[in-house]
């Protein structure tokens, strides 16, 4: 069983809206947890880290949370433009380990 | 800012036949990752490398795989006797540190896409 569960799999929004990414984790206790962009054809790139201790961090438009109780991270996309279009991993680091979820595709349209 | 390359971007091979996947990680890192991505599927860990040898492997990781560290700047993975079932993206990744260190950047190149037919 995967230990990182993201929803939805996938999502439409307009552009400008704002939209919001949901992981469940169940590595505990972890190391770091992190938000990852990956463009269509394209490697991964960090958005966010976060340690078992932070509740929040902002990269620009992108603003990840996290509550270490219930086990769950959000990524909050404010003012959504046609490029951030690509999927979201969220990834949950125990030692040496990464634990990555199936991601989160988003869709911008204009 | 420094990047992770992977070369080439897309490599077809026929099944049974090998072939050297090759990745120039950033200059200052030390801890040296591939990971794989089948269509449509999530990211999975292959190996890490760290002080010239293997430091971790994941069980898809089986005597079909080997990595090298050539020369001071590349770093290869070969895959022999190449199965349809390899066909993925093969991510090239390093970081400064091991993944353990909180906050350790991993920093991912674009992939080779491998198709087997």
């Known amino acids: 069983k995967n230990q990182v569960e993201q929803s939805p799999q996938s999502l439409i929004i307009l552009e400008g809206k704002n939209c919001t990414l949901q992981?469940?984790?169940?590595?505990?206790?972890?190391?770091?947890l992190r938000w990852y962009k990956q463009d269509t054809g394209r490697g991964p790139v960090s958005l966010t880290i976060?340690?078992?201790?932070?509740n929040t961090k902002s990269n620009g438009r992108y603003t990840a949370t996290l509550d270490a109780d219930t086990k769950q991270s959000s990524l909050h996309i404010t003012a959504s433009q046609l490029s951030d279009s690509a999927s979201y991993i969220c990834?949950?680091?125990?030692?040496?380990?990464?634990?990555f979820g199936a991601g989160t595709t988003v869709t911008v349209r204009a | 800012e420094p990047e992770v390359t992977q070369t080439p971007s897309h490599q077809v091979t026929q099944m049974g036949q090998e072939v050297i996947l090759r990745c120039v990680p950033i200059?200052?890192?030390?801890?040296f990752y591939w990971y794989r991505q089948i269509l449509g599927q999530k990211v999975e860990f292959l190996v890490s490398?760290?002080?010239?040898?293997?430091?971790?492997k994941s069980e898809i990781f089986d005597d079909q795989f080997s990595v090298e560290r050539p020369d001071g700047s590349n770093f290869t993975l070969k895959i022999r006797s190449t199965k349809l079932e390899d066909s993925a993206m093969y991510f090239c990744?390093?970081?400064?540190?091991?993944?353990?260190?909180?906050?350790?950047?991993?920093?991912f190149g674009n992939g080779t896409r491998l198709t087997v037919t």
């Open positions: 990744a390093s970081s400064p540190r091991g993944q353990g260190a909180v906050k350790s950047p991993l920093h």
């Open positions: 992981c469940n984790y169940t590595v505990s206790p972890f190391s770091n």
């Open positions: 976060m340690t078992f201790s932070e």
């Open positions: 990834v949950v680091t125990l030692d040496y380990k990464l634990s």
């Open positions: 200059s200052n890192h030390l801890y």
């Open positions: 490398f760290y002080n010239n040898e293997i430091s971790e």
